[in-house]
């Protein structure tokens, strides 16, 4: 009900831009059809870009004659990527990679609805999608597709779909690591719902991480969804939207797919070889989420508190408590000692100001720490989340003519980069994914530009970084694509999200010589003293669509 209200309310805002931009680009033709403007009603609007209206004179997304044509929509904070190759017969192939976005980062920032970009999508390959690939389980990557009978997706077929290994039914650790996510998400809504009781003004920050775990958007409906999660993974709204897609392939035309085993292909695409990269099949790996020394870009910094993780995993309790256990007493048992009220105050007595200057003459609460650990909660639903980021599905496209590589990777953060030449099964990676990364001409920014999803490095570092990338003639053609609502990201409260990390941001824009999107940036200029026939060459391959709903990037096999 919330979501339609709101779709209604900035409706009626939206279709007034629309109304601007269609006069200009239809002005020559208006003079000649206005006496047919009666017949036609209001036709001649073409796909507005928010409110939810009928795609109707979308065109069928052509691909080159050779290479891949990459949309990137423009549909919020999150990612929703098309891409078309040139298939048997000339026929468009279409793969959709991820389709999710966070609530509240779209129309309020001049931003498409997502129901407007899915019946585009619909619009523009024929209803039939020839691939569709799912990174990883969050909300802004997922939330898109729905509910199978309520989905925007409904008429859109999908012929095949991959998954990460750790989507797997039958792989056993990803049997543990989902058992084990939905008790620390259990145990992360309780700690969540002490602290809002405490503090009502400290949850912020951690409701938007649950909420990205959760695909939901209010509290309220944290812990239903938390406890659903764990008895039912697959009721999860989340997991529900990747049912949908799995329904539609069908279990035989379903994939889950684990990094550096086989060759990949595109149905229907000839020439074109598919590398998955991550994720590592490796609890450890998936764990490690923070660069080190290094390998971080510059201006951010986390910490971590233990004692979170041990009040909510009594597994690892024994070894993270400041005391043998004893040399403690239990909450309970302390409250109602006689010692405990004289020394460290009674928490049935008013707190008074002479509490705070006396030194226990009544219920200091300043004396008792057993609240602590609840503010750690931040950290762990931190933790949580990178986790799952970090599970991300990983795939280089390479043209075998061209030899040109594009670079999607999700959210994967430290443990999944560093797995790409690691890789336990398989030592010999190193040299393919360095060549790889060396030919990389469009990366996919891991997690809208984080500080802990892009590794900084040199080209001679010995782990796959930023550097590695778009090597030798290959980096006149550099380019990235930033799926960021900065404006959104820094409103996250209590702690903004940096999205993107400025140095990272930086970082790509230096190395790509300006050739960087980002969702909520309409435009693209050529920085002072880059090349101007490289930028040339690379705006002849850029379409900006001029209702705001994406850009349509070339890239020439
Ligand atoms: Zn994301």
């Not at 929509?73 to 190759?85: E, N, P, S, V």
């Not at 002490?194 to 939901?216: F, H, K, N």
């Amino acid at each position: 009900m919330a979501r339609k209200a709101k779709k209604k309310a900035t409706k009626s805002r939206k279709s007034k831009k629309v109304g601007k931009a269609t006069k200009k680009a239809t002005g020559k033709k208006t003079a000649k059809k206005r006496s047919a403007k009666k017949e036609a009603g209001n036709s001649s609007v073409p796909n507005p870009p928010a409110g939810g209206g009928a795609a109707a004179h979308v065109p069928t997304m052509q691909p080159p004659a050779s290479g891949v044509k990459v949309r990137m929509y423009r549909h919020g904070h999150g990612d929703c990527f098309l891409l078309a190759f040139r298939g048997p017969a000339g026929r468009p192939v279409y793969v959709l990679i991820d389709c999710g976005y966070k609530p509240g980062s779209n129309v309020d920032y001049g931003l498409a609805e997502i129901s407007t970009v899915i019946s585009h999508i619909g619009a523009s390959t024929g209803n039939h999608l020839d691939l569709v690939v799912v990174t990883h389980e969050h909300q802004d990557h997922v939330n898109g597709f729905g509910k199978t009978g309520s989905s925007d997706f409904d008429p859109i077929a999908m012929d095949e779909a991959w998954f990460a290994w750790t989507e797997s039914p039958t792989d056993k650790l990803a049997i543990e690591l989902r058992r084990r996510h939905g008790d620390q998400l259990l145990g992360l809504v309780e700690a969540r719902n002490q602290l809002a009781a405490a503090d009502p003004g400290a949850v912020g920050y951690i409701d938007e991480l649950l909420s990205l775990e959760l695909g939901v958007d209010t509290p309220a409906q944290f812990a239903a969804a938390a406890k659903e999660k764990k008895k039912d993974p697959e009721k999860s709204v989340n997991k529900q939207g990747m049912k949908l897609i799995k329904d539609k392939a069908g279990k035989e035309r379903t994939r889950y797919i684990l990094p550096h085993q086989e060759g990949l292909t595109i149905p229907g695409v000839d020439g074109v070889r598919v590398y998955a990269l991550g994720p590592p099949h490796d609890a450890d790996l998936l764990k490690d989420e923070n660069p080190q020394g290094s390998e971080a870009f510059p201006g951010h910094g986390i910490s971590m508190r233990a004692s979170f993780l041990a009040a909510i995993d009594p597994s690892i309790a024994a070894d993270n408590q400041p005391f043998y256990e004893r040399f403690a007493m239990p909450w309970d048992e302390a409250r109602r000692s006689e010692f405990f009220k004289r020394h460290y105050g009674d928490d049935k007595v008013a707190v008074t100001a002479a509490a705070y200057a006396d030194e226990c003459a009544a219920n200091p609460e300043w004396r008792r720490i057993e609240k602590d650990w609840l503010f750690s909660a931040e950290e762990m639903a931190l933790m949580l989340n990178k986790g799952i980021n970090n599970t991300s599905l990983v795939l280089a496209f390479e043209f075998e003519a061209s030899k040109k590589v594009l670079l999607f990777i999700g959210d994967a953060q430290r443990g999944n980069w560093k797995s790409w030449t690691t890789s336990k099964k398989k030592n010999d990676k190193i040299d393919l994914v360095r060549d790889l990364l060396a030919r990389t001409v469009l990366y996919k920014v891991g997690h809208h530009g984080s500080h802990n999803a892009t590794l900084n490095g040199a080209t001679d570092s010995d782990y796959p970084c930023l550097a590695w990338m778009g090597q030798g003639k290959f980096t006149s053609e550099f380019t990235a694509m930033i799926t960021a609502v900065n404006k959104w990201a820094l409103k996250v409260k209590p702690k903004p999200w940096v999205h993107p990390l400025p140095s990272i941001k930086t970082a790509l824009h230096d190395k790509a010589e300006g050739r960087v999107f980002q969702i909520d940036t309409s435009t693209l200029a050529r920085p002072d003293g880059a090349s101007v026939d490289d930028w040339n060459d690379f705006m002849g391959r850029v379409h900006i669509d001029p209702a705001g709903l994406y850009f349509d990037y070339e890239v020439h096999n």
